[in-house]
């Protein structure tokens, strides 16, 4: 298999990001050097899923490989069928996209204008707001609460001010961890003022285990103006497959639709029927060993009184008692590569939950430059 350190080698790392930049290539931006990294590196830095495709996907993939030389645009639409009706959508109310940054693109370029802002909390996900920059759009970003959860009211009054916009909301957060509650998001549908579009981003909703945590799919089929983003890459394994989908309403899947590069690699595209075909089995296995292997981790934490944000996906936000960037850039050498900085989040390190196997060398090696 190519290593990483590998496959940038023969690339030339630093090749430029076209369109929205995927985790992955935020994760190059943090403080790993590739060059003098060891081997058997540990990544914890990207929240990808150590478990990697499902043996379906993999399978459906080698199959399809040796057929890859035509479009086959004729399958597309039993394709995308089979994504809607895995959320008991219509193929109108759905677009599939190369990962959900496609979508989010996609969303951003059609509901945001100069005088209709992305409206969203920070930290969150980079990948809207460089979107919303590089278009020119204006943003207008607000804080966390106490809890580091969404000020939902906030959001709500600064939509009404500017007398519209598209509001990001990414349930779990990135990199937080926290979720916005069940009441939180009802209120803010039921609150949205005129001209605005709510999007949540639910990149990381299957790793969640509170009944506080619900998708915003139900408002999406009571025809509300929300839009839901969805990934491949994250429970599903597949980041370097690049799918993902978007979910609303069908007068604002037909806004978004122009705006999409083209038809996602038919490789992936098996890949994906094949996973959707064994999707609770897949959902319930991956589920069931992140829960345990976070919960263990949480424990660890506790035991050596160190605070961190309560997890809700498959990564977690550690309060290190200093500037955690300069803990961060002391790890990779060492063997683990966490998370980039999240300002002004200063002392709190983003950790991917990896195997058992990958977080016990975590534990080590954060223990070690934890104590110096
Ligand atoms: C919250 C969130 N949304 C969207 C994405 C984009 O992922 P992808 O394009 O691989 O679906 C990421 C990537 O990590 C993410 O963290």
């Known amino acids: 298999m190519l290593s990483r350190r590998a496959f940038a080698a023969r690339i030339g790392l630093g090749a430029a990001a076209v369109r929205m930049l995927p985790e992955m290539a935020w994760a190059q931006r943090a403080a790993v050097k590739v060059g003098d990294l060891p081997k058997d590196m540990v990544w914890l830095n990207a929240n990808e899923s150590p478990a990697g495709p499902p043996a379906a996907s993999l399978a459906a993939m080698r199959e399809v490989l040796p057929t890859s030389g035509r479009y086959h645009y004729q399958e597309f639409g039993d394709i995308y069928a089979a994504v809607a009706k895995s959320e008991d959508l219509q193929p109108g109310q759905t677009i599939v996209g190369a990962g959900s940054s496609e979508?989010?693109?996609?969303?951003?370029?059609?509901?945001?204008?100069?005088?209709?802002?992305?409206?969203?909390?920070?930290?969150?996900?980079?990948?809207?707001?460089?979107?919303?920059?590089?278009?020119?759009?204006?943003?207008?970003?607000?804080?966390?609460?106490?809890?580091?959860?969404?000020?939902?009211?906030?959001?709500?009054?600064?939509?009404?001010?500017?007398?519209?916009?598209?509001?990001?909301?990414?349930?779990?957060?990135?990199?937080?961890?926290?979720?916005?509650?069940?009441?939180?998001?009802?209120?803010?549908?039921?609150?949205?003022?005129?001209?605005?579009?709510?999007?949540?981003?639910?990149?990381?909703?299957?790793?969640?285990?509170?009944?506080?945590?619900?998708?915003?799919?139900?408002?999406?089929?009571?025809?509300?103006?929300?839009?839901?983003?969805?990934?491949?890459?994250?429970?599903?394994?597949?980041?370097?497959?690049?799918?993902?989908?978007?979910?609303?309403?069908?007068?604002?899947?037909?806004?978004?639709?122009?705006?999409?590069?083209?038809?996602?690699?038919?490789?992936?595209?098996?890949?994906?029927?094949?996973?959707?075909?064994?999707?609770?089995?897949?959902?319930?296995?991956?589920?069931?060993?992140?829960?345990?292997?976070?919960?263990?981790l949480c424990d660890w934490l506790r035991e050596r009184k160190l605070s961190f944000i309560q997890p809700h996906a498959n990564f977690i936000m550690i309060d290190v008692g200093r500037n955690a960037r300069e803990f961060g850039d002391a790890m990779p050498r060492l063997g683990v590569a966490p998370g980039r900085p999240f300002p002004p989040l200063d002392n709190l390190l983003r950790v991917t939950i990896g195997t058992d196997a990958e977080m016990a060398k975590f534990r080590d090696v954060f223990w070690k430059v934890y104590k110096g």
């Open 103 to 296: 979508v989010l693109h996609c969303a951003i370029d059609a509901f945001t204008w100069p005088t209709r802002p992305l409206i969203t909390i920070t930290p969150t996900f980079e990948g809207p707001l460089e979107v919303a920059r590089a278009l020119g759009r204006p943003m207008v970003l607000t804080g966390l609460l106490p809890d580091y959860s969404a000020d939902v009211h906030k959001l709500v009054e600064v939509a009404g001010k500017a007398h519209g916009g598209l509001i990001y909301l990414c349930n779990p957060n990135n990199p937080t961890s926290a979720i916005t509650t069940r009441q939180d998001l009802d209120w803010l549908v039921a609150n949205l003022p005129a001209n605005t579009i709510l999007l949540v981003d639910e990149a990381y909703i299957h790793f969640g285990e509170s009944p506080d945590l619900v998708s915003a799919l139900p408002y999406v089929r009571q025809g509300k103006d929300v839009i839901v983003t969805r990934t491949f890459s994250k429970i599903y394994g597949m980041a370097g497959l690049r799918v993902g989908f978007g979910a609303a309403k069908p007068e604002l899947i037909q806004r978004m639709t122009p705006l999409r590069m083209g038809v996602i690699s038919i490789v992936s595209a098996h890949a994906v029927v094949a996973a959707l075909a064994d999707r609770e089995n897949i959902l319930r296995e991956r589920h069931a060993s992140l829960v345990e292997t976070r919960r263990e």
